[in-house]
């Protein structure tokens, strides 16, 4: 963000209910890996007046990490506190493969350099020097070849194996680990050397539960080697384009799988006809392929079937009165397709469902009435369909809803009176509606909301004075509503804001004054206040929780960054159309914000 003030534009594509991101392996150094470990890591401070002190295995694994250099082995060392040293270095980025050698014959269990920058075949004599103790192994990303997965052959007992990205381990060196009969979790994302032949080496591998083949592009004719992997019960070949009606006959006899995803592949109705037999498949997720609802009738033999995902099908109302046979069904997406409001009267004998998507579709008021009797929905994607007032007081008895999409709607301030009774709703997008500052004060009631969506150019100042009784909010996105220095006097009546986005151009240091006391905020976007100087930073160098900060299109400086430096937890700085150089933010990246990997400009 920070590029346009209007997001709404291209859709990105929605699979499993969440919006695809790019893979840190496409960006700065990324991995999903450092967010984790960012808010996982032990705060080591012991001043009076903490609230809390770290404990003593806390204490000696930082001190031992301090001292490193004082040490080449810690082979003696219990396994735990060896296996705690090894997460703390990889955690802080110190580990080298000269630091590696300490750790071997650790009896280490758990390996995980996902996306680890440097790791080779050299590293691999440590890793497997760990024996019959390894557990799980994470190299994806690595230059590891069929040489260093060999390595790993003596390794029996690992359960958990993930070579996701690499591109130097081709089909000879697969078979490295159809030895590995412990395995119950594999994957090999976008790996376009796991080819069919090379799918030979898995049919040993008799204990598997979990494969993961997404984007691997010479997988066809192989899942032929799955059929004796009786135990497997989840298999992920999305964006494997190259599968066909063909591939499914082989899994027809996988009676043990309950997840199966394999959104934009070549599967039309007579591929799905092929897993009638999957009694206890519960997800299903064929988003972007060739089907229509004439596969409905093959879905309706699986029981056991609660997920199933049909966005981008390109779906029409032709045959819609087969959803009524999937009584079970607790989630359904269908958003980007064809389907008018004809559909929707076939959806209302679906009393289980939880989740329904119809976002992006020819969807009128006059269908709403027959979500009445889904008295337990708790999310509702209306999103881009020409939804009015009139047709929200459809969704007054949905008293579990917790979620409801209406961007991009005809909704406007009188229909938000028929929301007043969904006291559970946590989640609302109002973006790019008719709502104006007026229509906000019928939210007042919902004490339960979390996070909510302004982005409208009508949202003013007034707006946020109205909502200030909202006070659990944890997101609050103003991204395209016109605040100014005098509005933000109402955000200190939301302690709990973890991300908040004002991003009209109205701002000025003065206005940032108010922000700067909401310590609990980890995502900060102020792009587009073109008036924002280096004092910006300076008022929000108190922000030590910040993992995402974007400032783009504004006055700051080189001189600026100094005041970042507090910032240890950030991860992504975003700076464009500033007169700000990438070689000073890789100065501050290497001597005091270690964790960022990922900076515009770059």
Wanted: overall charge neutral; glycine content about 8%; hydrophobic content about 35%.
């Amino acid at each position: 963000m920070g590029g346009v003030c209007s997001r709404k534009r291209d859709q990105q594509v929605d699979e499993d209910g969440v919006q695809i991101q790019v893979s840190g392996r496409y960006g700065k150094s990324g991995s999903s890996k450092w967010l984790r470990t960012s808010f996982s890591r032990p705060v080591i401070d012991c001043q009076l007046g903490r609230e809390s002190c770290p404990s003593l295995m806390e204490l000696c694994i930082h001190k031992i990490c301090e001292d490193i250099d004082r040490y080449t082995k810690f082979s003696m060392l219990p396994r735990d506190i060896s296996q705690q040293i090894f997460d703390k270095f990889v955690d802080s980025h110190c580990l080298t493969s000269a630091s590696l050698e300490a750790f071997r014959d650790c009896a280490i269990q758990d390996v995980n350099l996902g996306e680890y920058p440097e790791v080779n075949d050299s590293w691999m004599d440590i890793i497997s020097s760990q024996g019959l103790s390894l557990l799980s192994v994470d190299l994806s990303g690595s230059s590891v070849t069929d040489d260093g997965l060999s390595l790993l052959k003596d390794c029996s007992n690992i359960q958990a194996l993930s070579f996701n990205y690499c591109d130097q381990i081709s089909e000879a060196g697969l078979k490295n680990i159809s030895g590995l009969s412990n395995l119950t979790s594999l994957s090999f994302k976008k790996s376009n050397t796991v080819t069919a032949e090379g799918m030979r080496a898995f049919s040993s591998l008799v204990n598997l539960a979990k494969l993961d083949l997404e984007r691997c592009s010479s997988i066809h004719g192989g899942l032929i080697h799955l059929k004796g992997l009786t135990k497997l019960e989840s298999l992920n070949i999305r964006y494997c384009k190259c599968i066909t009606d063909s591939d499914l006959k082989a899994l027809s006899g996988l009676t043990s799988l309950k997840e199966l995803q394999m959104s934009c592949s070549n599967i039309t109705d007579i591929g799905i006809s092929y897993l009638k037999g999957l009694c206890k498949l519960m997800l299903l997720d064929v988003e972007g392929c060739h089907v229509t609802t004439s596969c409905l009738d093959s879905l309706s033999a699986l029981v056991a079937l609660s997920y199933l995902n049909l966005n981008r099908c390109g779906l029409s109302d032709v045959g819609c009165e087969k959803f009524s046979g999937l009584k079970n069904l607790k989630v359904l997406n269908m958003g980007f397709n064809n389907i008018t409001d004809a559909c929707l009267v076939h959806l209302k004998g679906l009393k289980n469902l939880k989740v329904l998507n119809m976002g992006f579709n020819n969807i009128t008021d006059a269908c709403l009435v027959h979500l009445k009797g889904l008295t337990n929905l708790e999310s509702l994607n209306l999103d881009s369909c020409s939804i009015e007032d009139e047709g929200l007081a459809n969704l007054t008895g949905l008293s579990l809803l917790k979620c409801l999409e209406l961007s991009d709607t005809k909704v406007g301030s009188n229909g938000l009176c028929h929301l007043s009774g969904l006291t559970k709703l946590e989640s609302l997008n109002l973006s790019f509606t008719l709502v104006t500052d007026s229509g906000l004060k019928k939210l007042c009631g919902l004490t339960s909301l979390k996070s909510l969506n302004l982005d409208a150019r009508q949202i003013t100042d007034a707006g946020l004075a109205a909502i200030t009784s909202l006070t659990g909010l944890t997101h609050l996105d103003l991204f395209g509503a016109r605040i100014s220095d005098a509005g933000t006097n109402c955000l200190r009546h939301f302690k709990n804001l973890q991300t908040l986005e004002i991003c009209g151009g109205g701002l000025t240091n003065a206005g940032v004054k108010n922000i700067k006391g909401l310590a609990s905020l980890t995502l900060l976007n102020l792009s587009q206040n073109c008036n924002l100087t280096d004092k910006t930073l300076e008022m929000i160098s108190g922000l030590t929780a910040l993992v995402s900060l974007n400032v783009s299109n504004s006055r700051i400086t080189n001189n600026g960054l100094q005041h970042l430096k507090p910032l240890k937890n950030l991860l992504s700085l975003s700076l464009e159309s500033c007169k700000v150089t990438a070689s000073e933010i890789r100065k501050l990246q290497s001597t005091a914000l270690p964790n960022l990997v990922s900076f515009r400009p770059e």
